[in-house]
């Protein structure tokens, strides 16, 4: 269907109504704590990617830094510390503060780190505007924690998925409630006032396109999600009620190390303000919050915990810098944690979200991450297209060269509205473009005939009035092979049936009608190394004897038990949703020494 910009964004016209190879043998001989260690480092030393060992070596674990009295220039006391000011530490600096607590927060960076945009919510009185509230909710509480649980492969920790459906929405509403100026959208593409285009919420998929059912889908993606188009102005925002509330905080400084008690309980940080060869010792009364991020610019540890990542020459997308231009995500606070006997989990995650072929600057893929035809080099299909972001990727690590083309003709407009709407996925045609002020997230799922053309005239997508022409634009594709794929899928598509993969009759559409368009499509980015701490609902912190190490509390990516073996692909932003939630939480707790 065809839709004016104004029809769509009154709402008239929206077509909606409402690892790293593991080698085993049954003769190997186990080997000593010492010639593992001598292994690791050996592999370390000569760029080898090094996987769990069997043992405690952890080659990504530097020495623990020495610090004397002497070496303190500041001694600070209050009652609660965080580590760290992102979608966790700044939830949780508000928080303790709200709790009555005296805070001291510390961060590498030269401000707040705002990375992302969307999150996963179920319930509280906002979602409840959308018809998704507590009570009237569409979606069953039970089924979206055991599909992130199967998404996990029963490795994350229940009772943390089950707390973030229980009180994400309650946390929703506690965090924009500081944001005065944010404008809440009643539907995903309304039409937003002047005063609140530069910060406003929205929901995905309200009102949902008539097209999609998720309980029809074998891998759905389900209408939870939320977004803000300036989430960095939010965060601000709930950093201020700290700060009006006594919050001290103190940017360019990182954490260096905890301070334990001869009990094992920790009491303290020190932190180095950048310039500084001295340390601050912060003394903390009640409790210290870790929320600094995850581990993607260490390169040892991702050899150590996501090798299939360095073995595949996956980038990392990383923004958050420290005062001298490095990357801030390097596991600092598992590095600590591990220094003072804490257990980590070993079944960590990435966030790879293939936003399909010819990706541009803006993050979204020429057609998007949508089931059409892809091929690769030896010119044949290798997967039943129509599955989501992540397990795209994953196919395409496996095909030769790391490289794939998705190819699809020209009546791609009215075939958009059979796509899932998912993360990635375009399923909206518009015959115009949307407003300047469009949150970027928003653009993901819409595409025009201009989209099209861009990606043609950048170099993203090539096209021909013939298929012969388009297969001889792509280097390395066998021509011969293509062309006999292509007339078994269109004969696949005439039937109305995907004997070979599986895909739905509904998005087997057949290359008939010229211009042809074809996009180059490689490995995606890697947005986050999700593996942390072994925790729980409360955000404590576990030791190696599964006893709870006092004092300390973990949130967002270095909290462990929220993502293990994938990211799941069915509730869009809920990496960055937990960040908020479970950072009011060990904010609460760490106050209350709870």
């Known amino acids: 269907?065809?839709?004016?910009?104004?029809?769509?964004?009154?709402?008239?016209?929206?077509?909606?109504?409402?690892?790293?190879?593991?080698?085993?043998?049954?003769?190997?001989?186990?080997?000593?704590?010492?010639?593992?260690?001598?292994?690791?480092?050996?592999?370390k030393a000569s760029g080898a990617t090094v996987g769990y060992d069997g043992g405690d070596t952890m080659p990504w674990l530097p020495e623990e830094p020495t610090i004397q009295d002497a070496d303190i220039e500041e001694t600070i006391?209050?009652?609660?510390?965080?580590?760290?000011?992102?979608?966790?530490?700044?939830?949780?600096?508000?928080?303790?503060?709200?709790?009555?607590?005296?805070?001291?927060?510390?961060?590498?960076?030269s401000a707040l780190n705002s990375v992302a945009s969307d999150m996963a919510i179920?319930?509280?009185?906002?979602?409840?505007?959308?018809?998704?509230?507590?009570?009237?909710?569409?979606?069953?509480?039970?089924?979206?924690?055991?599909?992130?649980?199967?998404?996990?492969?029963?490795?994350?920790?229940?009772?943390?998925?089950?707390?973030?459906?229980?009180?994400?929405?309650?946390?929703?509403?506690w965090f924009i409630k500081p944001c005065s100026d944010l404008y809440i959208s009643s539907t995903s593409y309304g039409e937003v006032p002047v005063e609140g285009q530069k910060n406003y919420l929205f929901p995905y998929f309200v009102p949902m396109l008539e097209t999609y059912d998720y309980t029809k889908e074998s891998m759905p993606c389900y209408p939870t999600s939320v977004g803000f188009s300036s989430l960095a102005t939010c965060m601000k925002e709930n950093l201020q009620v700290a700060v009006d509330k006594g919050a001290d905080v103190r940017y360019t400084t990182p954490v260096i190390d905890l301070i334990v008690d001869d009990s094992g309980a920790v009491t303290g940080v020190y932190a180095q303000k950048h310039g500084s060869k001295k340390y601050i010792k912060c003394n903390a009364s009640k409790g210290v919050v870790l929320a600094t991020g995850d581990y993607l610019a260490n390169e040892d540890m991702m050899k150590y915990y996501q090798p299939d990542n360095i073995e595949n020459a996956v980038p990392n997308l990383i923004i958050a810098v420290d005062a001298d231009g490095n990357y801030a995500l390097t596991g600092d606070a598992l590095k600590m944690l591990a220094w003072h006997g804490a257990?980590?989990?070993?079944?960590?995650?990435?966030?790879?979200?293939?936003?399909?072929?010819?990706?541009?600057?803006?993050?979204?893929?020429?057609i998007g991450n949508n089931g059409y035809?892809?091929?690769?080099?030896?010119?044949?299909?290798?997967?039943?297209e129509d599955i989501p972001g992540q397990q795209?990727?994953?196919?395409?690590?496996?095909?030769?060269?790391?490289?794939?083309?998705?190819?699809?003709?020209?009546?791609?407009?009215?075939?958009?509205?059979?796509?899932?709407?998912?993360?990635?996925?375009?399923?909206?045609?518009?015959?115009?473009?949307?407003?300047?002020?469009?949150?970027?997230?928003?653009?993901?799922?819409?595409?025009t005939d201009k989209d099209i053309a861009d990606a043609v005239s950048d170099g993203r997508a090539v096209t021909s009035d013939t298929l012969e022409g388009l297969l001889a634009q792509l280097e390395g594709i066998d021509v011969e092979a293509a062309k006999k794929t292509i007339a078994h899928y269109n004969e696949l598509a005439a039937a109305g049936a995907d004997t070979d993969f599986g895909k739905v009759s509904s998005r087997?559409?057949?290359?008939?009608?010229?211009?042809?368009?074809?996009?180059?499509?490689?490995?995606?980015?890697?947005?986050?190394?999700?593996?942390?701490?072994?925790?729980?609902?409360?955000?404590?912190?576990?030791?190696?004897?599964?006893?709870?190490?006092?004092?300390?509390?973990?949130?967002?990516?270095?909290?462990?038990?929220r993502f293990n073996v994938q990211y799941p692909i069915d509730l869009k932003g809920m990496s960055c949703g937990m960040c908020m939630m479970f950072g009011r939480i060990a904010g609460e707790n760490a106050a209350k020494q709870a």
């Not at 473009?433 to 819409?446: F, K, Q, V």
Request: aromatic share 8%; proline share 4%.
């Open 343 to 366: 257990e980590i989990e070993r079944d960590h995650a990435s966030i790879i979200h293939h936003m399909g072929a010819g990706a541009g600057a803006d993050g979204r893929g020429v």
């Open 392 to 447: 795209i990727e994953n196919q395409v690590e496996k095909q030769p060269g790391k490289v794939a083309w998705q190819l699809f003709d020209a009546n791609w407009p009215q075939q958009l509205q059979n796509f899932p709407a998912a993360h990635g996925i375009a399923c909206y045609y518009l015959t115009e473009d949307l407003p300047s002020y469009t949150a970027s997230g928003l653009r993901i799922n819409c595409r």
């Open 508 to 561: 087997l559409f057949p290359l008939s009608t010229p211009p042809f368009y074809a996009a180059t499509c490689g490995v995606a980015l890697n947005l986050g190394a999700l593996g942390g701490a072994v925790s729980d609902a409360d955000c404590h912190v576990y030791n190696k004897d599964d006893e709870i190490i006092k004092g300390v509390y973990v949130a967002g990516a270095p909290q462990g038990g």
């Open 77 to 109: 006391d209050c009652d609660v510390i965080v580590c760290g000011l992102g979608a966790a530490g700044v939830p949780a600096a508000r928080a303790a503060a709200e709790a009555g607590a005296k805070v001291v927060c510390f961060e590498k960076s």
């Open 122 to 173: 179920y319930g509280g009185e906002t979602q409840k505007a959308w018809g998704r509230g507590t009570g009237d909710a569409l979606l069953d509480k039970d089924m979206l924690c055991e599909e992130h649980m199967i998404g996990g492969s029963h490795r994350s920790n229940y009772d943390i998925v089950r707390r973030w459906a229980d009180e994400s929405g309650d946390a929703l509403d």
């Open 1 to 43: 269907m065809e839709i004016s910009r104004r029809n769509f964004l009154t709402g008239a016209g929206v077509m909606a109504a409402s690892a790293a190879a593991l080698g085993l043998s049954g003769c190997a001989s186990p080997k000593s704590a010492s010639a593992k260690k001598d292994e690791a480092a050996a592999s």
């Open 373 to 384: 035809l892809w091929l690769n080099k030896h010119g044949k299909r290798f997967m039943n």
